[in-house]
């Protein structure tokens, strides 16, 4: 999940979004958002999900199995 890790983080640094306001769409807490990023944590496939939708990305982008976002 190190791919996941990592682009979760560009794509929200990308979208000057802060942890706490991405944990609010997410409904869970900036700590676990934390956790996702530092591969802690690995999310639920519903997060997984959402995480795509929130930045119009697939799923296989951000699990690393293709290097285009749409």
Do not use: W
């Not at 956790?35 to 997984?48: S, V």
């Amino acid at each position: 999940m190190e791919i996941l890790s990592k682009r979760l983080r560009q794509l929200r640094q990308e979208q000057d979004m802060t942890q706490k306001e991405l944990a609010f769409l997410l409904h869970v807490q900036r700590t676990t958002v934390a956790g996702y990023e530092t591969k802690n944590r690995h999310p639920q496939l519903d997060i997984i999900v959402n995480i795509a939708n929130i930045f119009g990305v697939t799923t296989d982008y951000l699990l690393g199995r293709t290097d285009k976002r749409h």
